[in-house]
């Protein structure tokens, strides 16, 4: 609770006081510091301000100043965990002992360049599980953990990195609103350590907002390893920000680090009072022309740096200029100033601070850095000479390509025998040992079947994400999205759209998230209309299946076919959507080339699984959900209108095998009627379950499907793939289970069950069935129709607007339905 809160007659305990630095040092300089005692004595008559005694004396906060004083109440401190210090009445002193309690509680904010290890370090302090890549925008939204270090409760986040805190891009404003708004207590600055000049820019501007901060010199040993040698306690001294190197993909330095941050929070570190940047005598009277007039408005000066906001004002930030009035005179001061700082300089304001900024770290680092002999980008470069040439580039990255697809589908084939095996035998088991009836036929039908068909693709998607974890920690990423900036230019693209289009091969989901780093919010829509047809994780267990049974002689060149042709038609779109929709100019290509690095096994490994773990997750959750609503939508109603009468067939087939059993005749007698008998049980089964709720549903819109060569069944996995595609499968082995296929065959996995030759040959009495025409059909109706829910929400949010996801639904179905039409109808005339 703050301050702010209280009423009358109220008391309470100082936990902290917020806000920028000048704001804390004049309310501390008060009496208001932490573990005092406050009472509310009176409020004025329209309630501002409030008179409150502290340290046996009187004094007047107005609001917007005690809603930044954290304090403990009477009510709070009962619901404390400090009941072994309890005595029956809440003392002074039980109330100050929960202030001390709860002032342990401190809120850090990881803020830094990209591809600094911000997420590393986060990782490593928390013990968390978040996605890190050796490129940046990696981080595109915040991540939180609490922890616990020597008694003291952390609330960490981890914000996206950002170069600078001005307004261009989304990330900028993201970060900035968020230590504007939440003021965390300490800001930790991760800084890249071979990188310093660059890095420190953003240092400088976190200077200038007055904060508690920590600077983290990240991949020390990068700089040490170049030689380099850096003063960083004289650093230190002279930004009045304490350093601490850190080794984050290795924990070093991280005590250290958190050691120094508890340091500035208790105030017990001496370099806490930020130097302030001298940006000439022109500007620096106009800053403090500026202040002067900020400090009078309570509501900002309580909030905000003062000396910040002059310069943001100076530099023509419009989330500035939009906190006063339009008529404020504070406007016109400004314009006068920027007028003379133009007319001085030859130059706008904004670039003559950036440009002292510069100077400023780079006069800091002449003092206290010495740059080591041995050049730290000579391994980087030799590889780029290759990987980013002119001719082997497009080669190198279509070959990675390539290799990454027929591996997935060949070393992950062999596994899949195993799980396979592994399913068929729990089947088996509970066929024997469990007693017939609905709970039998749910568990073997429905949850094995249903989940069982889709979990023996584990092994594809494991490798599948190990190599993107790979390429995302080696620096790979940001060599492609360089080598494809030119031909995503031609067909209306920013070449920063590349990494979240290769994202989408793992998920669509962030994928699309990921689209915050591009700054033109046009290229930012039309990256997110067309990352669909990015073939996920979630469509890989569906091309499995189909071109394991239709196309065995070359799976891994099938495979790759389908990713390309994604990536073709995502090409085409964006051509078409640019020339019609988005006109308007391009944002500049810039992005990091970050140096290669190789990545941790434990770092690979983890996010590899992480990923992996969300597909284990989806098999618990939807897909079993899912699997258990096609069996019952098959299952019932029970009782139906057959064609014929099974039951008395069956029974007089019964008869005459026990007959040929009594008399001694097995042999080929009594395996003919045993199949017959298996045959008509079988015909039951699928005509039970094509007059059952999932067969009327089926054949409702079969006939919108039919002239795409799709029968009922594929139609109504093609229906429930629309919560996730991983659903197609086990739809498929929920309705195919009970086909009618000879006893040897019944007990085959899905996709040998679709290989054998009345579904490859289209021999399928009454059906249209599986053929390579129609099932490669089906693989491109896949690949472009709707995305999965959570897709379409993301886009719905990412995008500001539920239009875009309509228009996403209606225009991905009707281009599949496209596709598969003419793959169908000119490939049944030709074979």
């Known amino acids: 609770m703050n301050l702010g809160g209280l009423e009358v007659g109220d008391k309470a305990v100082i936990v902290k006081v917020k806000g920028h630095g000048a704001f804390r040092k004049r309310i501390t300089e008060m009496g208001f510091v932490k573990g005092k005692e406050v009472e509310v004595i009176k409020k004025a008559p329209l309630q501002d301000p409030v008179e409150y005694k502290l340290l046996d004396y009187h004094v007047s906060l107005r609001r917007a100043e005690a809603t930044m004083i954290e304090v403990v109440t009477l009510e709070e401190a009962k619901s404390l965990n400090l009941a072994r210090h309890y005595q029956g009445t809440i003392n002074g002193q039980y109330l100050k002992l929960s202030a001390h309690e709860k002032r342990k509680t401190i809120s850090i904010a990881l803020v830094g360049n990209p591809n600094c290890g911000k997420t590393t370090l986060f990782n490593v302090a928390s013990g968390g599980n978040e996605h890190v890549g050796n490129y940046s925008g990696v981080t595109v939204d915040m991540k939180r953990s609490t922890f616990k270090y020597k008694s003291y409760q952390f609330h960490i986040t981890d914000l996206p990195g950002t170069y600078s805190l001005s307004t261009y891009t989304p990330e900028e404003r993201y970060v900035r609103n968020f230590l504007l708004n939440e003021l965390p207590d300490v800001v930790v600055n991760v800084v890249d350590s071979s990188n310093l000049e660059r890095n420190l820019y953003l240092t400088s501007q976190l200077i200038d907002m007055d904060i508690q901060m920590v600077c983290a010199l990240n991949m020390y040993d990068e700089l040490e390893a170049t030689g380099g040698v850096l003063d960083y306690a004289a650093l230190g001294g002279m930004l009045g920000i304490p350093f601490v190197p850190t080794v984050g993909n290795k924990g070093k330095g991280i005590d250290d680090l958190f050691d ?62 939009d906190l006063f009035q339009p008529d404020a005179p504070i406007l016109n001061k400004v314009r006068t100033f920027q007028q003379k700082i133009e007319s001085e300089y030859k130059d706008d304001p904004e670039t003559i601070i950036t440009d002292a900024r510069y100077g400023f770290v780079a006069g800091a680092l002449s003092e206290t850095f010495n740059k080591g002999i041995k050049r730290r980008r000579k391994t980087t470069e030799i590889i780029d000479k290759y990987v980013t040439q002119k001719y082997l580039g497009y080669p190198i990255f279509l070959a990675i390509m390539f290799i990454m697809f027929y591996s997935t589908f060949t070393l992950g084939d062999y596994p899949i025998g195993w799980i396979e095996q592994a399913v068929s035998w ?406």
């Open 426 to 831: 729990i089947s088996i088991q509970a066929e024997r040992w469990i007693a017939p009836g609905i709970f039998k036929d749910l568990l073997i039908d429905g949850i094995i079947a249903g989940v069982g068909g889709v979990i023996v693709f584990l092994p594809n998607i494991l490798i599948l994400f190990l190599f993107i974890s790979f390429m995302e920690g080696t620096g790979y990423m940001a060599r492609a999205a360089f080598i494809m900036d030119k031909l995503m230019h031609r067909i209306g693209l920013h070449g920063k759209s590349f990494i979240p289009l290769v994202m989408g091969f793992g998920c669509n989901v962030p994928a699309i998230m990921a689209t915050r780093t591009i700054e033109n919010r046009n290229d930012r829509l039309l990256t997110m209309l067309i990352n669909p047809f990015m073939s996920c994780s979630a469509r890989l267990p569906v091309y499995i299946l189909i071109i394991g049974a239709f196309f065995p002689s070359n799976p891994g060149s099938m495979l790759f076919l389908m990713y390309l042709s994604g990536i073709l038609i995502a090409m085409g779109i964006a051509r078409l959507f640019k020339k019609s929709f988005f006109k308007r100019e391009e944002a500049p290509f810039v992005m990091e080339l970050p140096p290669y690095r190789m990545p941790t096994f434990k770092a690979t490994m983890r996010q590899m699984w992480d990923k992996t773990a969300q597909y284990l997750k989806k098999m618990g959750g939807i897909i079993l959900v899912a699997s258990i609503i096609i069996w019952a939508l098959g299952y019932f109603p029970q009782e139906v209108d057959f064609s014929r009468d099974y039951d008395v067939e069956i029974s007089l087939l019964e008869e005459e095998l026990d007959i040929a059993v009594s008399a001694g005749q097995e042999g080929k007698t009594t395996e003919d009627l045993s199949s017959a008998i298996f045959h008509l049980e079988g015909l039951k089964k699928a005509e039970h379950q094509e007059r059952s709720y999932i067969g009327q549903i089926g054949h409702f819109i079969e006939p919108v499907m039919r002239p795409l060569g799709f029968d009922w069944k594929m139609s109504v996995s093609l229906l429930a793939g629309v919560a996730a595609k991983e659903i197609v499968i086990s739809t498929m082995a929920v309705l195919y289970l009970n086909e009618d296929l000879d006893i040897d065959e019944a007990t085959l996995p899905l996709q040998q069950k679709l290989r054998s030759e009345r579904y490859v040959s289209g021999k399928h009495v009454g059906e249209l069935v599986y053929n390579q025409v129609v099932a490669l059909g089906f693989l491109f109706f896949i690949l472009i129709y709707f995305p999965c829910v959570a897709v379409i929400a993301a886009i719905r949010k990412e995008s500001g607007s539920a239009k875009w996801a309509l228009f996403t639904i209606f225009y991905t179905t009707a281009l599949a339905y496209l596709f598969a039409l003419v793959i169908y109808q000119v490939g049944s005339n030709f074979f």
């Open 260 to 321: 120094a941050i508890i340091k500035v929070y208790e105030s017990q570190e001496p370099r806490t009072r930020h130097i302030h940047i001298n940006y000439g005598e022109t500007i620096e009277s106009g800053i403090k022309e500026l202040q002067d007039v900020i400090r009078k408005e309570p509501e900002l000066y309580t909030r905000y740096s003062p000396r910040y906001l002059s310069l943001k004002l100076l530099e023509k930030d419009l989330e500035v200029v």
